[in-house]
Structures are given as structure tokens and as C-alpha cells.
């Protein structure tokens, strides 16, 4: 397989370096593996704090900026980031309103993130957390007991990083990461397999002519293998799939997500059949994003999340935004 790098031991650090030179409005510690906003702490502000395995892009750091993170920790290829990566952060981001750790359940990133919490509390700050779980596919995988978190990080990282952008207290911007997380569901597609820098090869097996119903971002089994599906089958399959677990009352946000190999062509191919199945439930669509958000190297597939939303959570995901991967407003 041919990749734009160097050698597979530098990826990581040479991405951070690359991603330094191109946003001088964050400030990015290759050496020590954190990416913050250069203007952090904002005085009154509680800070955002969120991380995982590189491979995920613009995930997370790409969401760093104002009306989103305060600060996000990559961690290698697939690999969580460690607890002395996230009590950097949070001593570089916190103003004295406290942090919030956004967490995608995963074992490694909970375990450490836990372990954070505790060490950043007995640095005198204050810390609440919240389990991005909106994963429908499977209930446990290679990687977790439970579900998985997937695309519906974005909505939480956005919608929680416009109530602390108001001056929101620590325990109301943890209440709506909480209610946003409760009101997603999220149902992933793979195509192929996708290709880590140190293998080299494909992570898993996936015949020529099928595809991974349920796959993981890490590229783990989802529900079912099926011979090669139309754009429309593939929607009808993924949204009924989310709808069976998140039969909405409100209108929902809606993200088709690349999963890295899948050009926009496709994807918004993808998104007229998704928006097609919706309307045929019945379903009001407030607002839909598509592209590369949540990824997994250059896996080719798409995903859908849904979220619930009302009045006031519509009103924070309008809000203005400004970071790499996710801007508008401003």
C-alpha cells in the first residue's frame, strides 16, 4: 500500500507538525502530543477537553477552536491517548470554571481519561465527564464493553462547545453533552478495509463485491456481511437501523459521515437516499451535514448519526464555530 509518509514511527508527530504550520491559531505540542487554543484559558470559560487514536481525522483535533474544544490529546494510530497528555490540557486550558472530558467509549479512552479526572482533581481542578455512546450497530466489540462512540462526538464536541462559549457553568455544558449524546445514534458502512501506517495492509478481511454492515471506526465487526448493496439500500438499512433505536419525536441533525476513502461525489449521492428514507418515515430534518468527520484512515464507507434536537440545542449547534474541520457563523 503507498502512503504519503515518511516512516510509520513519525506519522503522528509529523502530522502535528504539518498541522502546526498550517493553524497558527492553536497552539500544537508535537513533543508532548496536545493541540490547544492559542487564546486558552478564556477567563469564566469551562474548557473542552476531548482525544483518541490518531486515524480518526479531523477528530479530534480538527474541532479545536473557538465554539468547540478547548483542547484535544492524539493519541497513536488507533491507540488512546495517556492520562499525562490530558492533565497537560487541562492545566493549559482550565480558567478556574472547571473541565469537561468528552470521552468515546472505548476501554483504553475511558480508562484513561478516569484516571485524568482523578489526577487533575488533585491539581485543584475541577472535572466532569461525559460517554459518547450513540453506536447502535453492535453492543460490545473488540474494543469496548457497551457501545461504541462514533459520529455523534461531533454533535456533543459542537453543541456542549457553544454552551461553554456563553459563559454556561461546568454542571449545565455536562447536562447538554449528556442530553446530546442520549437524543444520537449513529449506524456505520464499510466498503474496505482501511490501512495502518505500521501494518502496512488492510486491518481486516473484507471480500471483493461485499460489505461490513455495523462496522466500527477501528474497523471492527459490525452486525452482518452482505454482498455489495446499492447507495439506496445501504440508506434504507443504516437510518431504519438508528430509527428502530431513536424513534424521534422532534426534528434531528443529521451527519453522513466519510469514513476517509469515500469521495464527496458518493456521500452526497448517499445523503439524497438517506433524506430520502426520512421523509419516508416521516422524519423532519433541521439541519445536515456532510463530508469527513469522524474517519478511519482510508476506509471507504460512510456512516449516519442522527440527533434528536429541540429549540435551544438547534439554536447552540447554529452558533458560530471556528476550528480546522468544522466552521461557520464566524
Not at 504550520?21 to 484559558?41: M, S, W
Not at 457553544?162 to 445514534?185: C, F, H, K
Not at 474497523?219 to 428502530?244: K, Q
Not at 419525536?249 to 448517499?270: A, S
Request: charged letters at 20%; proline letters at 6%.
Amino acid at each position: 500500500m503507498k502512503m504519503l509518509i515518511n516512516v510509520p514511527e513519525t506519522v503522528v508527530a509529523d502530522a502535528l507538525r504539518g498541522m502546526a504550520a498550517a493553524h497558527p491559531e492553536l497552539t500544537v505540542d508535537v513533543e508532548n502530543r496536545v493541540i490547544v487554543r492559542r487564546d486558552a484559558p478564556v477567563a469564566g470559560k469551562v474548557a473542552l477537553i476531548s482525544g483518541g487514536g490518531s486515524g480518526h481525522e479531523p477528530l479530534h483535533g480538527g474541532f479545536v477552536g473557538p465554539g468547540m474544544l478547548s483542547a484535544a490529546c492524539p493519541g497513536e494510530v488507533f491507540t488512546s491517548p495517556v492520562p499525562d497528555q490530558m492533565v497537560r490540557a487541562a492545566a493549559a486550558v482550565d480558567s478556574g470554571a472547571g473541565v469537561l472530558f468528552i470521552v468515546k467509549n472505548y476501554t483504553g479512552d475511558v480508562l484513561n481519561f478516569d484516571m485524568a479526572a482523578e489526577l487533575a482533581e488533585d491539581e485543584g481542578i475541577q472535572v466532569a465527564k461525559v460517554l459518547v455512546n450513540d453506536d447502535v450497530a453492535v453492543t460490545d466489540s473488540l474494543y469496548t464493553a457497551g457501545r461504541r462512540g462514533t459520529g455523534a462526538t461531533l454533535f456533543v464536541e459542537k453543541i456542549a462547545g457553544a454552551a461553554a462559549e456563553e459563559g454556561q457553568p461546568l454542571d449545565r455544558v455536562a447536562s447538554i453533552a449528556r442530553q446530546v449524546n442520549e437524543n444520537s445514534r449513529s449506524f456505520g458502512v464499510a466498503l474496505s478495509a482501511g490501512t495502518t501506517p505500521a501494518k502496512g495492509t488492510p486491518t481486516f478481511d473484507l471480500p471483493a463485491g461485499e460489505l461490513e454492515l455495523g462496522v466500527g471506526i477501528h474497523g471492527e465487526p459490525g452486525r452482518e456481511r452482505r454482498p455489495m448493496m446499492t447507495s439506496g439500500e445501504i440508506a434504507d438499512f443504516a437510518v431504519n437501523a438508528v430509527l428502530e433505536d431513536l424513534p424521534p419525536r422532534n426534528p434531528v441533525l443529521v451527519l453522513v459521515n466519510g469514513m476517509g476513502g469515500t469521495p464527496l461525489l458518493e456521500l452526497y449521492g448517499f445523503n439524497a437516499e438517506v433524506q430520502r428514507v426520512l421523509a419516508a418515515r416521516g422524519v423532519a430534518v433541521a439541519r445536515t451535514l456532510v463530508g469527513n468527520y469522524v474517519t478511519s484512515l482510508d476506509m471507504a464507507g460512510a456512516s449516519v448519526t442522527l440527533c434528536q434536537i429541540d429549540e435551544e440545542t438547534l439554536r447552540l449547534w447554529d452558533a458560530p464555530v471556528k476550528t480546522p474541520g468544522l466552521r461557520w457563523g464566524v
